[in-house]
């Protein structure tokens, strides 16, 4: 066993916030030269990139965790992890026919830009993928365990985080895990609600620029491990 590095927050072109530079080539890379092991890919409402990402994961000896960041109908942002691209996938076509469909202005928010395996600029998504599904959190939590993954309150102390909208942690649907962002939050969180909830905590950068992604978080793990591995190591 030893402390590995994940970087699990972290958004590609696809997600509209993110900087053009954030393709998965540029990702893997990134996190190659900073020494992380582990890289999650959390665009918002959408795994279209993840095919991409596990591509370029590999040309990079870096282990992707595929995720999507789903905003439930109480605008709270939620992280779902899976073992498989496939099975983030099948979510996201559940996601999409759930999703508050709505146009926007790209010149002025951000692109959504899905790209192939060679990192090339494939399709641009026209509506806008951060909008709020028809699912509550109770129901997304239903879903992503009956999928075999794990789901994490994503930076809860933020906008569209779970604290900061709700006030409170809710019993239901059980979170083992909440994400943090900044160092002085961990203080609040562990005096709050560690022994309550049973809950653990990982600090993410929420990377939607190059810049941003760099050693913040470790796990335990195994000398050869998972995606099943690391799933269970962040609960």
């Known amino acids: 066993m030893g402390l590995v590095e994940i970087s699990l927050h972290n958004h590609t072109v696809l997600s509209p916030c993110a900087e053009l530079k954030m393709t998965p080539a540029k990702i893997m890379a990134r996190a190659a030269a900073e ?60 996601l999409e026919e759930k999703l508050f469909k709505r146009e926007y202005n790209p010149e002025r928010i951000g692109y959504q830009i ?70 002085e939050e961990l203080g609040q969180l562990k005096a709050k609600y560690n022994f309550k909830n049973r809950a653990s905590f990982i600090k993410s950068t929420d990377s939607h620029f190059i810049d941003s992604i760099k050693k913040v978080a470790r796990i335990e793990l195994p000398a050869k491990y998972s995606r099943k591995d690391i799933l269970g190591a962040l609960l």
């Open 114 to 183: 899905v790209v192939n395996q060679d990192d090339e600029f494939s399709e641009v998504i026209d509506y806008f993928l951060p909008a709020a599904v028809s699912l509550g959190i109770n129901e997304i939590g239903s879903l992503v365990a009956k999928a075999g993954g794990i789901l994490i309150p994503a930076h809860v102390f933020r906008s569209q985080g779970l604290i900061k909208t709700l006030g409170f942690i809710p019993e239901k649907p059980g979170f083992k895990v909440l994400e943090y962002t900044l160092d």
């Open 35 to 94: 020494g992380i092991e582990i890289v999650g890919v959390t665009d918002h409402n959408s795994a279209a990139n993840l095919r991409a990402a596990e591509y370029q994961a590999e040309r990079f000896g870096i282990k992707l965790l595929p995720g999507i960041e789903i905003t439930s109908t109480e605008d709270i942002h939620l992280l779902a992890f899976f073992e498989e691209v496939e099975i983030a996938e099948k979510l996201a076509d559940m």
